[in-house]
């Protein structure tokens, strides 16, 4: 079993869980910024796991992971196997006016690269999986919040999960790539008056008096904060206690960080499946979990043909 890598965050520990050593590739640009990759090993005949986190240099990112992963193909690999803990482009997994899915031509390109096996974190929609030709497997006195009707089925797992209740917010912001903006929604939606927040049309209500609760938002990708920011102070006008928000991937670009400081949330917990260690200098409240442990037992299993659906069954409430 070979493990190479690309721009790997050191944060990703499962290698030494797993034992094994990084096999030898060497990866870099050359003058006129072009990739190239030369493995220093034979991988003929192996089951090869190619890491890689994408970097703030996404494109480059993922040509060192197309051109590696054929080099793997070409040198006669029996399996490779990518494993991206965050899937670029995800975001862009829907049509929006003259421009293209980018997810769908992203996952095309890697699949039509070599990839036989893909690992990855929460990916941003479930239907992402129909992109691709290859196999991916993917407190008590609290309540889980959707920060907006597109977030209810993740939260409402994870109410589920934990027996917690569950609370949407409706009414959040339309931004530049919202269906209204794209001509879809008919008849047009009306604005409400007297909104609490200038970002949210969300209705003044009287706060009804209830014990403190401790809430807590989820979402797969944490990138711009204003969002949650904002549905931070409303949680807060209606009564919450402390505030948490969990996401899968913490991009956190720009003035994420400062927002989230100065902001009524309480803290912020992301996984490591991108490097973000710059913006916790800045912000104290930016919590990291560990993934390698789930991402190593994902590769051991994959290399000894046994079942990934335990993983997602036997994952205690502790872990």
């Known amino acids: 079993m070979d493990h190479t890598k690309g721009g790997l965050n050191r944060g990703l520990s499962f290698l030494l869980r797993l034992g094994v050593e990084l096999g030898k590739v060497q990866v870099y640009q050359e003058a006129n910024r072009e990739t190239r990759v030369q493995i220093q090993e034979s991988v003929r005949g192996k089951d ?3 890491i890689q986190t994408m970097s703030k240099d996404v494109n480059t990112t993922i040509m060192e992971m197309l051109i590696l992963v054929y080099a793997c193909r070409t040198s006669c690999a029996r399996s490779i196997t990518g494993v991206l803990p965050y ?4 975001k862009q997994c829907k049509m929006r006016k003259r421009g293209s899915i980018v997810t769908k031509l992203v996952a095309s390109m890697m699949c039509k690269a070599g990839l036989t096996h893909l690992i990855t974190m929460d990916l941003h929609q479930k239907e992402i999986q129909g992109f691709f030709n290859i196999p991916i497997p993917d407190y008590r006195n609290a309540v889980i919040v959707a920060k907006s009707p597109a977030s209810a089925k993740r939260a409402q797992s994870f109410a589920e999960r934990l027996r917690l209740g569950l609370v949407v917010i409706h009414g959040e912001a339309q931004d530049a790539e919202s269906d209204q903006v794209d001509g879809r929604h008919s008849p047009p939606t009306v604005k409400t008056t007297g909104a609490i927040h200038p970002s949210m049309d969300i209705p003044l209500l009287i706060p009804k008096e209830k014990p403190p609760i401790t809430v807590v938002g989820d979402d797969d990708i944490i990138d711009d904060v204003d969002s949650f920011v904002a549905a931070a102070e409303t949680l807060k006008e209606r009564g919450a206690y402390k505030i948490f928000v969990m996401a899968t ?11 989230i400081e100065e902001s009524a949330i309480d803290e912020v917990v992301v996984t490591n499946t991108i490097p973000h260690e710059p913006q916790k200098l800045q912000c104290s409240k930016i919590k990291t979990v560990d993934i ?3 991402l190593s037992e994902a590769i051991r299993r994959i290399h000894n043909g046994e079942s990934m659906s335990y993983l997602f069954r036997n994952i205690g409430v502790d872990d």
């Open 249 to 259: 991937h913490g991009i956190l670009s720009s003035d994420a960080p400062r927002l």
């Open 87 to 90: 899937f670029p482009y995800s």
């Open 292 to 294: 390698s442990m789930i």
């Open 48 to 50: 090869v796991f190619v």
